[in-house]
C-alpha cells in the first residue's frame, strides 16, 4: 500500500509499505477520507518526532475484523479516533480523559494519510464510530476536528444568549462559530487578518466581524458598542498570535471566560500583568484539548442533523500523490479550508 510519510511541510514522500497485519481485537479500514489539519502544519510540534506518516482526521470502510472483535463487521462505514481515553485513570475519571496518558500514547498504524489503517484493540474499543448512511465519508472527517470544538465550548459553558468574540477564522475558528449559531448564541464575534476568512466567518454565522490587522479598530470598544456597553461573556482564542491573544483578554467581561483552543506560536506569551488580567475581575482562564467519546458522538450527531455545515467547509480534494499540494495550502490558510485527501484515489 501506499501512505505519505512526512519530513516537513514541504517534504513529504510517498512510500509503499506492507499492508499492516492484524491480531484478534483488532481491525483494519481501508481510508477513504484523511482530512488535513491546522495541527498537522505546526513544524515545531512535529520536529523531534520526524518522520512519520500523519493523519487523524479519517474515516473508511472496514475490511478485516479479528476473532475477538464485537460489534463491527467487514463492510462496515466508519470514523475512527486515532488517540483514546483509557476510562479508568484519575484523568479520565475526573472528566479530563483527553489529558489521559493512554491517550497520548495510542494511535493507529501507521496514519490517516495511507491506504490501509491498522486499528489497534483499544482503538475499536474507544474510538470507532459507524456512520449513519446519510454521512458521506468526506462530513464524516469532521467528526475529530469537530469534537475538539465541541468540548471546548462545553467546557467554557457557553449558553444560548451569550455574545462571544471568536478570535481567529480559519477552519477551527470556524467550527466554532457554526457551532455557536446552532446552539444559540445571542452576538457572534469573528476576527481574522484576512479578508476572504472573514467572509467565512459571515457565511457560517458569524454577526459581526472585524479585521484583526486594521490597525484603526478597538476590538474591546467595538464589542462594547455592539454589546450594550458590555465586553464579551466568553472569548474563544482560536489563533497562536500572541497581539490577537491580548486582544482576547481585554475582550472579556467581568465574570467571563477565555478558552485557550489549540496551540499558541512557538514561544508566545502573555505580556499582560496578573492584576490586569485577574484582579477584581474574576475572570477565567481556560483550556481545552482534543476531544472524549461523548464528544465524539455529540460531533457525529450534528454533522448527521446537519446542524453543523461541514460540506461548505471543504475546499479542495486531493489523492494521495498530491498530499504536498495540500499541506503547501493548509499551511499558507489563505483562500483554502479543509483540505481532504483521498488516499485510495
Ligand atoms: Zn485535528
Ligand atoms: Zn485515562
Redesign the pocket.
Known sequence: MRCALYYSNKDIKIIEKNVPKITDGEVLMRVEASGICGSDVIEWYRRDKVPLVLGHEVTGVITGVGKNVKGYKVGDRICAAHHV?????????SGH?TV????RTTNFDPGGFSEFLRLPEINVKNGVYLLPDSVSFEKGTFVEPLACVVRGQRLAGVKPADTVVVIGSGLAGLLHINLLRATGASRIIATDINGKRLEYAKKFGADYVFNAGDKNIDLPEAVKEINDGFLADIVILSTGADNAIVQGLKSVRRGGTVLFFGAADEGAKLPLSINEIFWRTEVTLLSSYAGSILDHRAALELIRSKRINVKDMITNRLPLKDIARGFELTAKAQDSLKVIINPND
Request: net charge neutral.
Open positions: 481515553p483509557c476510562n479508568t485513570c484519575k484523568y479520565c475519571l480523559q489521559c496518558e493512554t491517550l
